[in-house]
């Protein structure tokens, strides 16, 4: 059990690429803190570890709201009294062409993807600070890398989260906390079921791909960091 005694936050941990990530933690024995809205879903989850005889603990969130964000984290502390890892997995994403994007749609864009791995990130790090150790990683995308026509509010806030990772990352590599951003192509979640003429669903990842490698980032020794991994479909759907 690679991740022994640790405690994680995973946000987006209902369905899909977050679910996976919470499964995988909590196999690697970490207790897992899970988020998102659907108090369903996250009850689902918690039962699953539960049932695997991990630990789990359902705090439905909207990751958009900053006193939601806070009561999260310390939910997180009262119930654990530490916060190892974080994995910012909620998101969500709307595609078409640029002069047909609503105002509205641009800023629920930002809102979810941007705006809430900030709050997440920002409430977690008094804690990881103070332990003089944790490991942040949000879920990015291909789109910072491979250019999608129809994909700009999406495309400008995985950027901004880039952005976001890697000066957080040089702020708290001094005390010892590691951040890294996990980007992938497609993957088949419930993401793409509001998208008309998906790629192949048969040729994405599956959300337990993207899973193994957020562990790869979780487990390295407290003297590496894997700070930006690119994980693809290998037949190269985006
Ligand atoms: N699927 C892909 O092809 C792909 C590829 C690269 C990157 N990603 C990224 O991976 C992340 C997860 O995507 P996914 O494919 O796993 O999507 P998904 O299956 O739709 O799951 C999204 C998760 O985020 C949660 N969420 C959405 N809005 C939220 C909010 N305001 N507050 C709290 N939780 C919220 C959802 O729960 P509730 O709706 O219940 O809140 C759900 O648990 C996203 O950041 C996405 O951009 C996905």
Redesign the pocket.
């Known amino acids: 059990m690679r991740l022994a005694g640790q405690v994680a936050l995973v946000?987006?941990?209902?369905?899909?690429?977050?679910?996976?990530v919470a499964l995988g933690l909590a196999r690697e024995g970490a207790a897992v803190v899970l988020?998102?809205?659907?108090a369903r879903?996250?009850d689902e989850v918690a039962h699953e570890i539960e049932g695997a005889g991990g630990r789990a603990l359902a705090v439905?969130?909207?990751?958009?709201?900053e006193p939601?964000v806070a009561a999260l984290v310390r939910r997180a502390l009262e119930a654990s009294g530490r916060i190892d890892l974080l994995v910012?997995?909620?998101?969500?994403?709307a595609f078409g062409p640029l002069g047909e994007t609503a105002p509205s749609a641009w800023d629920e864009m930002m809102?979810?993807?941007l705006r809430?791995p900030f709050l997440c990130c920002r409430a977690v790090l008094p804690a990881m600070v103070q332990q003089r150790s944790g490991t942040i990683i949000l879920?990015?995308?291909?789109?910072t890398s491979r250019t999608l026509p129809g994909s700009a509010a999406?495309t400008a806030?995985?950027y901004g989260?880039l952005g976001l990772a890697r000066v957080l990352a040089e702020e708290l590599r001094p005390h010892g906390v590691r951040v890294g951003v996990l980007?992938?192509?497609?993957?088949?979640?419930?993401?793409?079921?509001a998208v008309p003429s998906p790629p192949a669903r048969s040729r994405?990842?599956r959300?337990e791909q993207?899973a193994e490698a957020a562990l790869l980032m979780a487990a390295q020794a407290p003297t590496a960091t894997l700070e930006e991994i690119t994980l693809l479909p290998a037949g190269g759907v985006l």
Do not use: C, F, H, Q
Not at 35 to 38: C, I, K, Y
């Open positions: 946000t987006g941990a209902g369905r899909g690429i977050g679910r996976a988020a998102a809205r659907t879903e996250l439905p969130t909207d990751v958009r709201e939601a910012a997995a909620a998101g969500a994403a809102a979810v993807n809430g879920i990015g995308s291909v789109v999406y806030s995985k989260l980007s992938a192509g497609a993957v088949d979640t419930a993401l793409w079921d994405m990842l959300p993207v």
